[in-house]
């Protein structure tokens, strides 16, 4: 007769099933729910264009540092490009001209 799962003792099956288990769900509950994203991807802003434009402007500018701007893009929406970030292996943020010598 083959091993059964369970035939270490309770204890040790419960851990064995229990702790897998409740970490898939701290997990899951991370995460947003599919009703949250599809809600974001529809979502549409009543307004000016370019005052909303602006405003998305600014935050971005305060928040990353901007590289390029194109308030009319090739697809009628503007296109902000913000400034890239180096980061190091541990999470540290690195000058740009130490980032050549970073490996991924």
């Given at each position: 007769?083959?091993?059964?799962?369970?035939?270490?003792?309770?204890?040790?099956?419960?851990?064995?099933?229990?702790?897998?288990?409740?970490a898939a769900v701290m997990v899951a509950a991370c995460g947003p729910s599919s009703g949250q994203i599809r809600a974001a991807h529809e979502a549409r802003y009543q307004g000016d264009q370019f005052a909303i434009f602006d405003a998305s402007l600014e935050v971005?500018?305060?928040t990353y540092g901007i590289a390029d701007v194109d308030p009319m893009a090739a697809d009628g929406h503007g296109a902000i490009l913000t400034a890239g970030r180096w980061f190091g292996r541990t999470g540290?943020?690195?000058?740009?001209?130490?980032?050549?010598?970073?490996?991924?």
């Open positions: 007769m083959a091993p059964h799962f369970f035939a270490y003792g309770s204890a040790m099956s419960f851990r064995l099933v229990a702790l897998p288990a409740a971005a500018k305060a540290e943020a690195r000058p740009k001209r130490l980032a050549s010598y970073a490996r991924p």
